[in-house]
């Protein structure tokens, strides 16, 4: 056996820890195809920096070191990398991985001779490194030589295998802003030491060979290995070992990395189970590279000119470099005919040959093996950490190759004359770069699509709406990299214009409406004309089963006039059917079981429909994709069943579609799907032709609490889903730790999807709801302001949302505030600005004698129209209708109060007392009637008298001057009884308010 092997594996510490998450089986157990090729970030990321150097490739088999490098590497150092005191102890063979996402490299656990198998997890950002307080059962067990690659297609970083003193992991681990997660699959590779990378050309992370030995360390076991080729996407492994070709020999702890200028993956160097039982070399100048899904023998006839030589070479690190343009191996164990030793030369492989460029980058670090090398793009540095020595020593020092004064990287700010404004918006940005080398040159990205530009400082113009991250990317002179972000967000010219107001609830007048709930369904019926809300849950009902309709401001019970509904449930997905035309409703829960039942909603009602097949029971999301025209449902998920005893949850990650009544299950041609998700927002975005999914949690998080999917953002249409999950996360909802049971809805006047509320995760390791307002047009997200003049519905969580294209807004009903008993029954439209509502009445004729007929005519102004006008006359006798009213009072002398109440489409209302009536009786003489003022109806009402006389002329010519009375909201009855019947008959107060 090996003797740097043997060291390593001598001690008899083990560390365990159980693993606390849930596992989550895939749907099938078969191999999944092979996914079309998607954008990799990380790949995207070095390709501009290679394309920033605009250098030709190198030319393969240079005779000198240094004659092929590309006049930036001359300023590339070997160095000491800088760090803030607080580093990773002395180990070997730890994992290490640069994530773009993160814009970090982490490490996990190595081999120290104190711990043996070490568990704790450290990320490397700008010339510091920072432990991590994971604890142990929420993190991999500890162990050494595991496999740890970006996974650009999933967005995670990706960690497999490896072993500590007493055993060998076949276990599956994503690492992602809020930590470890444990994946699940049906059918793992085999337990062992293998080789790992991403595939950035077939959008896989592929896998190769396991070996298994030395059990418990340092027993000197024999060992066994295979020649196995696995691929993971989507959550899972796939053995492809029978379609992959002839494979390389059963070789292990071999070097495997992306070379994305050859675009295959290369395998290089490693050892077989009888070289490992024996005292003979490794395997010489092993090279294989896969691509397509076949293995190519690239191994050439003489290993002369190659690292490792002719004895060969193992436990060496290789990662692409884009300053130097090629995969770069540095260390490793070679065998030499007085046995194996570390080594501390670095190579270059390009186009197919090998480069010694050892003394080309200065001192190198000190020899050893058992190290993993990762690029850090931000540091513009190839990082090697940790390694075994001579002798069994144990290093835990930083080095990196990079700028010659060892800069990790530039600082940059950006300034913006403005970061919020409606379009066309036109900012100043200036940005400014510290550290380094001057001079330095800028270039700028807005995210618009727009041309890039360059210069400290630039004026730019945003000319549609849409929230822009703004990127600049300054270089010194020495070639250190640095860049910052910042977020504009470019209103649409009426989006300041909408606003929220409350229908219903304690702050308004309309009742009925639906008790408090949260998780109920809730869509828009255009053949109805009106939005339908199905079920629900409350603590103190469970599920519900009741059948509310919205429509012009007000709700209606409609349950007890339907013969049949879907038994009563929660979290039931519900959404307008165009091309079948009904509401569809499926699935949901109640306390005891999940639902996977069919239902449609129309004028006749609910009906069950029964499909030959359906999509399993659970919660998952549901919308229909306008542009293929049909029903999508994505995933599924069950869990804490019966409610109550927080079991752990399962979890599909499934496409399937609904037409003409039937389920279809699509998942095996989708290609590439997103994470299975629950909780997320699922809508179909008109405007830009496809359904768009944000947010959630994936299956790795259901069990853990506030854990979602940072900005997880996926596109289907046609068929197929994108990712679109952006690389920066400041301009989504959640941000970088992501949001959950938020609610959304394509609003038609907006343009584009509105969501609102949710869950996102706290500081302090919590939950909390909120009340933010997004709106998404133009593939972008932007923040709406509220405003001080109107109200906002409370944080919420898990409630109802749907677009009204009747009244051109979108309604949200209930939900419950995270973390508390709080139900809300509340309902709430965002839609055009509402100001406050009034009222203005012109009232005919108030006096006279016996039956008489008074003109009442109303109009409204601000609120929401239409308006509805309920008028009571003081009498009995009440009408709701029409803006204008004729009212006939009786023969019986008496005054009357007459009122009208004013309802604005939204609900709010307004009440108005007006002018008091009066009806005399009519005189009984004998004597002839006295001829009429002709410019009066009234007859005689009082004695001939000269007072009388004086009097009847006054209330003749009041009469004559009855017109417009402007009342507001607050005016009492009693106002205008005080001001009495003079004031009433010979007094117009007041004008229209101002149109």
Request: net charge negative.
């Amino acid at each position: 056996m090996i003797i740097a092997v043997l060291v390593l594996l001598s001690l008899p510490t083990y560390l365990h820890a159980t693993p606390s998450r849930a596992s989550t089986p895939p749907s099938s157990n078969a191999p999944v195809a092979r996914p079309a090729a998607v954008v990799d970030p990380g790949a995207a990321l070095l390709a501009a920096a290679s394309r920033s150097l605009a250098a030709p490739p190198p030319l393969a088999g240079a005779p000198a070191p240094s004659s092929h490098l590309h006049p930036s590497a001359t300023a590339l150092t070997w160095h000491a990398a800088a760090t803030n005191g607080s580093s990773p102890s002395a180990r070997a063979a730890p994992a290490l991985v640069y994530d773009p996402i993160l814009g970090t490299v982490v490490l996990f656990g190595g081999y120290d001779p104190m711990n043996a198998a070490d568990q704790d997890t450290w990320e490397y950002s700008a010339g510091n490194w920072t432990q991590l307080s994971l604890p142990a059962s929420a993190s991999p067990p500890g162990r050494w030589n595991a496999n740890f690659v970006y996974d650009a297609a999933d967005g995670y970083a990706l960690l497999y295998g490896g072993r500590s003193l007493y055993q060998f992991f076949n276990d599956t681990w994503t690492f992602t802003s809020i930590g470890w997660s444990q994946l699940s699959p049906t059918h793992p590779p085999p337990a062992g030491f293998g080789s790992m990378a991403y595939d950035a050309k077939d959008s896989v992370v592929l896998l190769f060979g396991s070996a298994q030995g030395n059990i418990p360390g340092g027993s000197g076991s024999p060992w066994s290995d295979l020649a196995v080729t696995w691929e993971f996407h989507g959550g899972r492994w796939s053995n492809i070992t029978s379609t992959a070709g002839t494979a390389p020999p059963a070789a292990f702890i071999g070097a495997m990395a992306y070379d994305p200028v050859d675009g295959y993956v290369l395998l290089y160097g490693g050892e077989t189970a009888k070289q490992a039982d024996s005292t003979g070399p490794y395997v010489p100048a092993l090279t294989w590279s896969f691509s397509n899904g076949t293995w190519t023998n690239r191994t050439p006839s003489s290993a002369t000119n190659s690292p490792g030589g002719a004895g060969g070479i193992v436990n060496t690190g290789l990662a692409y470099d884009p300053v130097l343009q090629g995969l770069i191996l540095f260390g490793g164990q070679l065998w030499a005919a007085g046995g194996a030793g570390p080594s501390s030369e670095t190579w270059e492989y390009v186009h197919g040959g090998w480069t010694n460029l050892t003394g080309s980058f200065g001192l190198s670090p000190p020899p050893r093996s058992f190290t993993p090398l990762a690029y850090d793009p931000l540091g513009a540095q190839l990082l090697v950490v940790g390694g075994g020595g001579y002798s069994g020593q144990y290093l835990g020092d930083t080095w990196a190759l990079g700028p010659a004064n060892g800069s990790p990287r530039l600082f940059v700010t950006i300034n913006s004359s403005s970061y919020t404004g409606v379009a066309p918006l036109t900012v100043h940005l200036s940005a400014n770069a510290s550290q380094g080398i001057a001079p330095y040159t800028y270039s700028w990205s807005f995210g618009d699509g727009s041309a890039n530009a360059s210069g400290a400082n630039v004026t730019h113009t945003f000319g549609s709406s849409g929230g822009f991250t703004v990127t600049v990317s300054a270089t010194d002179s020495n070639l250190t990299h640095g860049s910052a972000t910042a977020l504009v967000s470019v209103l649409p010219h009426w989006a300041l214009a909408n606003a929220w107001s409350e229908v219903g609830g304690p702050n308004a007048s309309v009742l009925p409406q639906p008790a408090s709930r949260s998780a109920a369904a809730l869509a828009y019926d255009p053949s109805l004309k009106e939005v339908v809300l199905f079920g629900g849950y409350a603590v103190n009902v469970s599920a519900y089963g009741d059948t509310w309709a919205f429509s012009n401001g007000s709700w209606t019970d409609l349950t007890t006039t339907l013969t049949s509904a879907p038994p009563a449930r929660w979290e039931a997905r519900l959404v307008w059917d165009a091309q079948d035309g009904y509401l569809l409703l499926f699935g949901g829960r109640d306390p005891a079981q999940f639902f996977n039942d069919t239902w449609s909603f129309s004028a006749n009602g609910w009906t069950q429909l029964h499909p030959t097949l359906s999509p399993p029971e659970g919660w998952g999301q549901l919308a229909y994709d306008g542009k293929d025209g049909y029903v999508l449902l994505f995933s599924a998920s069950q869990g804490n069943l019966p409610a109550g005893t927080y079991n752990a949850w399962v979890h599909w990650d499934i496409t399937w579609k609904f037409v003409g009544g039937n389920w279809t299950n699509l998942t095996a041609s989708v290609g590439t799907q997103p994470p299975g998700v629950v909780a997320g927002v699922m809508e179909y975005d008109a405007a830009a032709g496809y359904v768009l999914l944000f947010g959630g949690q994936t299956s790795n998080n259901l069990n853990g609490g506030c854990e979602y999917a940072p900005g997880l953002t996926w596109t289907y249409t046609q068929g197929h889903w994108t990712n679109r999950t952006p690389s920066s996360l400041s301009s989504v909802p959640g941000g970088s730790t992501g949001i959950a049971n938020a609610a959304a809805a394509y609003d038609a006047g907006l343009g584009g999807v509105l969501l609102f509320g949710g869950v996102v995760p706290t500081p302090g390791g919590g939950c909390q709801s909120v009340a933010d307002t997004w709106l998404y047009v133009n593939g972008s997200w932007s923040v709406l302001p509220s405003s001080a003049a109107n109200p906002v519905p409370i944080d919420r969580q898990s409630f109802a949302m749907a677009y009204d294209a009747v009244d051109n807004e979108s309604v949200i009903e209930g939900g419950n505030v995270y973390n508390s008993y709080l139900y809300l029954s509340d309902s709430w439209v965002f839609g055009p600005a509402r100001s406050s509502l009034v009222a203005q009445v012109t009232v005919g004729n108030t006096i006279g004698v016996g039956n008489l007929t008074v003109e009442f005519t109303a109009r409204a102004f601000g609120g929401h129209a239409p308006y509805r006008f309920n008028w009571s006359f003081g009498d009995g006798h009440a009408v709701t209708g029409t803006a204008s009213q004729d009212a006939a009072s009786s023969a019986h002398p008496a005054v009357y109060s007459p009122s009208l109440q004013v309802v604005d489409h939204a609900g709010h209302s307004v009440t108005t007392f007006l002018p008091q009536v009066r009806v005399a009786a009519a005189p009984h003489n004998t004597s002839p009637p006295t001829k009429a003022n002709p410019t009066s109806s009234l007859g005689s009402v009082l004695a001939p008298s000269p007072l009388g006389i004086v009097v009847l002329l006054a209330l003749v010519a009041g009469a004559l001057l009855g017109g417009t009375v402007v009342a507001w909201w607050g005016r009492t009855r009693n106002r205008w009884r005080n001001e009495g019947y003079a004031l009433a008959a010979g007094l117009q107060r007041g004008g229209p308010p101002p149109e």
